[in-house]
């Protein structure tokens, strides 16, 4: 089976833009975490979405945003970027059957100039 | 929320020699903890994980204990080899597919 896949893998944009970012999970897996990954904060759980709705949700301003489509396909959003969102994003997805283990894409690098 | 320790923040290791990296976590609810290795550049993988029911496991050289009443949990690496060298990271959930992790370790061995 093929793994996680997230595109793009680096992204470079400018303060006050927004950004969106993709995440096909492995085939049968229908939940998708996302997290965030900085030197300073380590790993941070963002949201996750199983079945096309938002499940759980981390501490992040409302500017993070998120959604999955029937496919099971998921998107982050970030608008109104800041210096601050710079970092490596994550994915993960895993079988919805309560088992737990997720399985984490390549990420995707943003960098906020 | 889960508030999870993990202590070394480094460690260094004679090739052959063991490694222990040890993570405290603080809600009681916590019953699923995994546990993966980010190699520089590359994404974390998944190396073993341990669920409450269960007071160790290994997977070749690879161990986990937990113990539940203190809230703590380790991995136990024995005869390292270079390619061990990597940040491991150990995780606590509650359940749902919210991980909270670790601050890492950056493991060396040293050949």
Known sequence: ?113 | GENVEQHPSTLSVQEGDSAVIKCTYSDSASNYFPWYKQELGKRPQLIIDIRSNVGEKKDQRIAVTLNKTAKHFSLHITETQPEDSAVYFCAASTGANNLFFGTGTRLTVIP
């Open chain 1, 1 to 113: 089976k093929a793994g996680v896949t997230q595109t793009p893998r680096y992204l470079i944009k400018t303060r006050g833009q927004q950004v969106t970012l993709s995440c096909s999970p492995i085939s049968g897996h229908r939940s998708v975490s996302w997290y965030q990954q900085t030197p300073g904060q380590g790993l941070q759980f963002l949201f996750e979405y199983f079945s096309e709705t938002q499940r759980n949700k981390g501490n992040f301003p409302g500017r993070f945003s998120g959604r999955q489509f029937s496919n099971s396909r998921s998107e982050m959003n970030v608008s109104t970027l800041e210096l601050g969102d710079s970092a490596l994003y994550l994915c993960a997805s895993s079988l919805p059957s309560g088992k737990n283990e997720q399985y984490f894409g390549p990420g995707t690098r943003l960098t906020v100039t």
